[in-house]
């Protein structure tokens, strides 16, 4: 087995091999992941983080050893804390990295990732009390994008994982996974800023999740990310001045 690492500021992880299939993810500057299989110029590969398969580009691959992987997980503590941050290598280049890149031995701006070296010009993400709320209002009007995980474009389990990363919390990439996690909250009156609210469909599958803000309101990915009014039948649109999601359940995540 093989392992990898991101040197892009994103790569699209796949369904299948194919430059048309759906999109099902991102991988994230620095994020770390094993190698699958192999098939002609696409790699099946399962991420560190979430242990979500997808296929990527080989061209986009940074190969690494098992003990790199290893340290790079160990030292992968700090994450970009800005909705989209800058980076400086060793020869000047300049380049942008999403919000939750991780910063691989981070120590006074500097990090290194698979060997390489970088200067990093912006916000560490702090782990506090108030540290859900302050980077989902970051990523606030970002666009909806199946897959996505940036504020160029990011879906609604993507955004939540991201955002509760940045707080120093690991979660599935899936809604329905993020679900099976986390302290159950029984009423929405119990609920505070910073749980997680998610809904399902007639069916009865989740199918979203949104972050529970102070006064009755949630920020989710629907169409952008947005702010909508909640309530225990689940989220009103003062848009089109009706429910947009059925309320399922709450689920409370602590470090």
């Not at 399962?46 to 190969?63: G, V």
Request: hydrophobic share 35%; with cysteine.
């Amino acid at each position: 087995m093989s392992f990898g690492t991101s040197k892009h500021p994103i790569i699209p992880g796949r369904a299948e091999p194919s430059d048309k299939a759906e999109m099902v993810t991102q991988v994230l500057f620095g994020e770390t992941y094993r190698v699958l299989e192999t098939e002609k110029k696409w790699l099946l590969i399962e991420i560190e983080a979430d242990s979500y398969q997808c296929w990527i580009d080989r061209k986009q691959h940074s190969e690494m050893s098992e003990g790199e992987l290893k340290e790079a997980e160990f030292q992968s503590i700090k994450r970009c804390g800005d909705a989209i941050g800058q980076i400086t290598d060793k020869v000047g280049k300049r380049f942008f990295i999403p919000c939750g890149s991780p910063l691989p031995a981070y120590h006074e701006g500097r990090f290194e990732v698979n060997g390489a070296h970088f200067e990093f010009d912006g916000r560490v993400a702090r782990h506090d009390s108030e540290s859900i709320i302050r980077h989902a209002r970051r990523l606030l009007h970002a666009p909806y994008l199946w897959g996505g995980k940036t504020a160029m474009g990011i879906d609604c389990s993507g955004y939540t994982q991201v955002v509760t990363a940045c707080a120093g919390i690991s979660l599935p990439r899936d809604a329905w996974q993020q679900a099976e996690k986390g302290e159950a909250v029984d009423f929405i009156d119990l609920t505070e800023p910073g749980d997680l609210a998610f809904f399902d469909n007639s069916e009865g599958r989740i199918t979203h999740v949104g972050i529970i803000l102070e006064n009755g309101k949630i920020i989710h990915a629907s169409g952008s990310v947005r702010i909508d009014t909640l309530d225990h039948q689940g989220i009103y649109n003062e848009d089109i001045k009706a429910y947009s999601h059925k309320l399922r359940l709450i689920k409370r995540f602590t470090l």
